[in-house]
């Protein structure tokens, strides 16, 4: 196939992109590995950020530029941020405009609420299913433009001659079918890597770490890898959908938090705001209560709202009553969860520019949770979705521009020839090792050795842990079946994973300090000369990059003391 421009990753920020190229007029193609409908986008409940000041007068672009650099414990890139924050208010009329049904006021203005860790009242929202909404609309909108999604193809390489794009190549997941696509320009947006963890809020095809390999294999450059973000409260049973979230609306509504002595917990951690303290606090709380032995048998804590009305519960927490009675048969009502600290997000990513999100491979972007520098070590609630509306726009518009201008085009056959050998190598194995297992035996040592509370001997254990695996992998073989090619999409997430979890686990080490998301049981203080991002590549390892300066005024609000009370705010 031929396209001008090729979008990896049909969520909110892939088609986000191919609506801007469609819009511009250039010929853009979109590909996922699962169903359109159903991106990873659509778990996101909470809402999103700008600031229209429809609620509180006094909120401004600015004044959310602060917060975010605050929240992200200064590790945030200060001019990504800037883009962020300056043209949210574009993002959400942009959406508006395409017809997402946002939650107003009786006067007709979108509603505005308070996420934690945000000085004004600035996410906006559709219920609890506010990414579903947006998914809805974009899906809307780039069917009226006729943009072309096949979400049944799974990238395994993208093409490079002379260190410039041309195209990808991969397999349709149901017939197997190679596919090499041609391009001018690429546009990566297919998640991050948090599924490498035993618990995780992704689903089992999601965020295995496709987006890390790609652009590193293709001379990308990954920052940020060790930052995660790790969700309080992932259930933990049944096993297949370990890690799937419990809101923190459950904790917003008058949830508590006991461990397996029946002891309400965060009076140890945050008493004045117990429950209702920062994301990055409360899974702190939790995995230090497991990891002291003050934990449940299957190593969880409890989150108990059996103390609330029924009526409260089944008004304002009808998504977490579903999901477990669907999961556990557990009626939320009357019985306590069992959670755990869960992997939710990629703070880190693939490194890209402020102005563009081009990745310093010719003819290459990335955006969404595939990219990094607007977040740091803790990502404000609210922000993941703007950005991916915000430099989906940008960057569909520097796409456009590059591929118009692109006058010549050369192709490798050498690099489409080493992608097809790989595919087949993988077919054709008579090796006797697992990909589904070594991933497991990833997502193991990830959770023991680069979870929540790291040290250095652990992650140097887990780094020789990960170096046996990679010799396991070369002997991993995919074998077909009626059902269709997901042997083969299994070895190539596997794939991934190992990239993912050597750049994370190499760049973990060399951050000796304990910061946001980050902790270091070795390392407990904050190290102000490591106020910068660790950039990693798998032949020159782990670089160290200086951040830029904010701008004096983002600055100044960044610096002023924060209200911390949970008074008439949500979690994060």
Request: with cysteine; glycine share 10%.
């Amino acid at each position: 196939m031929t396209t001008g421009v090729l979008v990896i990753g049909t969520g909110g920020a892939g088609l986000r992109a191919a609506i801007e190229l469609a819009e511009r007029g250039i010929q853009v193609l979109a590909v996922g590995k699962r169903r359109k409908h159903d991106a990873h986008t659509t778990l996101a409940a909470g809402g999103i950020n700008a600031a229209l000041a429809t609620m509180d007068p006094e909120d401004s672009w600015q004044q959310h530029a602060a917060d975010t650099l605050r929240e992200s414990y200064f590790l945030a890139d200060p001019r990504i941020v800037e883009v962020v924050t300056k043209n949210a208010a574009r993002g959400i009329e942009d959406l508006e405009r395409w017809g997402m049904p946002f939650a107003r006021e009786a006067d007709g203005r979108i509603s505005q609420r308070f996420f934690g860790a945000h000085k004004y009242r600035r996410t906006c929202y559709a219920g609890d299913y506010t990414g579903l909404e947006i998914q809805r609309t974009l899906m809307h909108r780039a069917a009226e433009l006729d943009v072309p999604i096949i979400d049944t193809v799974y990238i395994t390489r993208l093409l490079t001659a002379d260190g410039k794009i041309f195209g990808a190549y991969g397999f349709d997941v149901v017939d197997g079918t190679p596919v090499q696509i041609h391009a001018d320009a690429v546009i990566l947006a297919a998640g991050g890597h948090n599924r490498i963890w035993r618990r995780t809020s992704s689903r089992r095809d999601e965020n295995t770490g496709d987006s890390f390999r790609l652009a590193a294999l293709a001379g990308g450059k990954i920052r940020d890898a060790e930052l995660v973000q790790f969700h309080p409260s992932g259930i933990l049973e049944p096993e297949d959908a370990a890690g799937t979230l419990v809101s923190e609306a459950a904790r917003g509504e008058g949830g508590i938090l006991t461990n397996a002595l029946g002891e309400r917990y965060m009076s140890k951690y945050d008493p004045e705001r117990m429950e209702l303290s920062t994301r990055d606090r409360v899974a702190l709380a939790g995995y230090t209560e497991i990891a002291e032995g003050r934990g449940t048998e299957n190593g969880g804590v409890y989150l108990d709202v059996s103390h609330l009305p029924r009526e409260v519960i089944m008004e304002k927490l009808p998504r977490v009553y579903r999901t477990m009675i669907d999961l556990q048969m557990l009626d939320i009502t009357t019985t306590k969860i069992e959670i755990a600290p869960t992997a939710h997000y990629s703070m880190g990513g693939v490194w890209v520019t402020a102005e563009e999100h081009s990745t310093g491979v010719d003819g290459l972007y990335a955006i969404g949770e595939a990219s990094s520098g607007v977040h740091g070590a803790n990502r404000l609630g609210g922000n993941s979705l703007i950005e991916l509306l915000v430099y989906g726009r940008i960057t569909g518009e520097a796409a456009a521009e590059y591929a118009l201008n692109n006058l010549s085009v050369t192709r490798d056959l050498a690099a489409v020839d080493e992608a097809r050998a790989e595919m087949s190598a993988l077919l054709e194995s008579t090796g006797t090792e697992s990909a589904r297992k070594l991933q497991r035996e990833i997502r193991d040592l990830m959770t023991e050795h680069a979870g929540v509370v790291r040290s250095e001997d652990s992650l140097r254990e887990g780094l020789a842990k990960l170096a046996d695996i990679a010799e396991r992998e070369k002997h991993v073989s995919a074998h077909p079946d009626i059902a269709g090619f997901d042997d083969l999409a299994h070895a190539f997430d596997l794939k991934g994973s190992l990239l993912a979890a050597r750049a994370t686990l190499e760049c973990a080490i060399e951050r000796r300090e304990t910061r946001g998301c980050h902790n270091r049981s070795d390392y407990p203080e904050m190290d102000p000369a490591l106020k910068g991002n660790f950039i990693w590549t798998p032949d020159g390892g782990v670089t160290f990059e200086t951040l830029p300066e904010p701008d004096e005024e983002i600055a100044r609000l960044a610096a002023e003391d924060m209200d911390d009370s949970p008074k008439g705010k949500l979690v994060e």
